[in-house]
Nanobody, 117 residues
């Protein structure tokens, strides 16, 4: 199975930017559709962005135009560039690997993003 470790979270002011990274190990990253989720207490976990092995992307409407997901299969890394952040973006962000063949999901431990003045 694949192991996922997120990094890059922290405190940022509204309008600022933050870049999250997800390092994957233990499996060929090309096997997985990679996703970023976020979750805030009291809210359902939300799919933020998705990127296929070929680099096709999808975004939640709430982040479209502000967030960019990318992947580098050669180094087993997925990134989420977050721009123009708002307090509503505050959440724990999780990296998720969606196995295209076994339909199994693997999760990182999450990284906290706080947007506050």
């Amino acid at each position: 199975q694949v192991q996922l470790v997120e990094s890059g979270g922290g405190l940022v002011q509204p309008g600022g930017s933050l870049r999250l990274s997800c390092a994957a190990s233990g499996s060929d990253l090309r096997r997985y559709n990679m996703r970023w989720y976020r979750q805030t207490p009291g809210k359902q976990r939300e799919l933020v962005a998705r990127v296929t092995p070929d680099g096709d992307t999808n975004y939640a409407d709430s982040v479209k135009g502000r967030f960019t997901v990318s992947r580098d299969n050669t180094v087993n890394m997925v990134s989420l560039q977050m721009n123009n952040l708002t307090p509503e973006d505050t959440a724990v962000y999780y990296c998720n690997a969606d196995d295209r063949f076994s339909f199994t999901n693997y999760w990182g431990q999450g990284t906290q993003v706080t947007v506050s003045a």
